[in-house]
């Protein structure tokens, strides 16, 4: 069993596919993220979703055919910089494989990619509790500061 590969998710590849809805159904499954599977008709239009996103750039971890980890990112924009931006909405690594460099090794294609994009950041919101993700971040350069050190926090309306 060797390292993984870090590649760019064709969503057109049933593999990919199977591994994006596997691991974000991991991940919504664990206690932080609400400990629920994603909803089957979720499940139905993800890919599909994916797909007609133009701004998105979605990353897997392969380990011998099989989808380990997965970075899900969107493309924004910084009114005070007047540039791209790359936000990671999702990272993910399946409980199996946490600890081995995997989570760094997607921060790190996702990094390469905003560099290549001309971005001037890259975002991520994190969950206050979620004590192992933070350290991670952090120890790859994040910040919860803003540009006088005031902690940021992320809010949410769910709509109807």
Same mark, same amino acid.
């Given at each position: 069993?060797?390292?993984?590969?870090?590649?760019?998710?064709?969503?057109?590849?049933?593999?990919?596919?199977?591994?994006?809805?596997?691991?974000?159904?991991?991940?919504?499954?664990?206690?932080?993220?609400?400990?629920?599977?994603?909803?089957?008709?979720?499940?139905?239009?993800?890919?599909?979703?994916?797909?007609?996103?133009?701004?998105?750039?979605?990353?897997?971890?392969?380990?011998?055919?099989?989808?380990?980890?997965?970075?899900?990112?969107?493309?924004?924009?910084?009114?005070?910089?007047?540039?791209?931006?790359?936000?990671?909405?999702?990272?993910?690594?399946? *409980?199996?494989?946490?600890?081995?460099?995997?989570?760094? *090794?997607?921060?790190?294609?996702?990094?390469?990619?905003?560099? *290549?994009?001309?971005?001037?950041?890259?975002?991520?919101?994190?969950?206050?509790?979620?004590?192992?993700?933070?350290?991670?971040?952090?120890?790859?350069?994040?910040?919860?500061?803003?540009?006088?050190?005031?902690?940021?926090?992320?809010?949410?309306?769910?709509?109807?």
């Amino acid at each position: 069993m060797g390292s993984p590969k870090i590649v760019q998710a064709d969503l057109a590849n049933a593999a990919h596919q199977a591994g994006i809805v596997e691991l974000l159904n991991m991940y919504a499954s664990e206690p932080l993220q609400g400990g629920q599977p994603l909803d089957d008709e979720v499940q139905s239009r993800l890919i599909q979703g994916l797909a007609a996103q133009p701004n998105g750039r979605y990353f897997l971890a392969i380990r011998d055919d099989e989808a380990v980890g997965l970075a899900i990112c969107f493309i924004g924009f910084s009114t005070f910089r007047a540039l791209p931006l790359l936000n990671i909405h999702d990272l993910a690594v399946h *409980r199996d494989f946490r600890g081995q460099g995997i989570g760094t *090794r997607l921060l790190d294609a996702a990094e390469q990619e905003a560099i *290549r994009l001309g971005c001037c950041k890259l975002t991520l919101e994190v969950q206050q509790e979620n004590t192992k993700a933070r350290r991670l971040y952090e120890r790859v350069g994040f910040d919860s500061g803003g540009p006088v050190g005031a902690a940021s926090s992320f809010m949410t309306k769910t709509l109807a």
